[in-house]
């Protein structure tokens, strides 16, 4: 079982970039999965999340309106599409599923399989 975390890279502020999450070997009709974060000095944190089967998506209030979580679910892959960044955006990101569904669960960082990390730099 594994999340393939990739997309990240180095952006100016207001640019935008687009994170893939890609869950090989477990069944991610079933669960909730996500992406969470982590800057220099600061603890993990989550950013958004998706119970695949009823579509309930949790949003950061630090991203609301700017990030947005899809999914293709043929390809068992999920996209975390970030616009308008920020210096404040600058973290690793990881993403993280929870096989069982359980979305709060997963919000509060109660995780079966966590992806690699990749990334993000917004800096002018």
């Known amino acids: 079982v594994q999340l393939q975390a990739s997309g990240g890279g180095l952006v100016q502020p207001g640019d935008s970039l687009r994170l893939s999450c890609a869950a090989v070997?477990?069944?991610?009709?079933?669960?909730?999965i996500g992406w969470f974060r982590q800057a220099p000095g600061k603890e993990r944190e989550a950013v958004s999340a998706i119970h695949i089967r009823d579509g309930a998506i949790y949003y950061a209030d630090a991203v609301k309106g700017r990030f947005t979580l899809s999914r293709d679910n043929a390809k068992s892959i999920i996209f975390l599409q970030m616009n308008s960044l920020t210096p404040e955006d600058t973290a690793v990101y990881y993403c993280?599923?929870?096989?069982?569904?359980?979305?709060?669960?997963?919000?509060?960082?109660?995780?079966?399989?966590w992806g690699q990390g990749t990334l993000v730099t917004v800096s002018s």
């Open positions: 993280a599923a929870n096989r069982r569904g359980y979305l709060l669960q997963l919000w509060g960082g109660t995780a079966d399989y």
């Open positions: 070997g477990f069944d991610l009709d079933r669960s909730a």
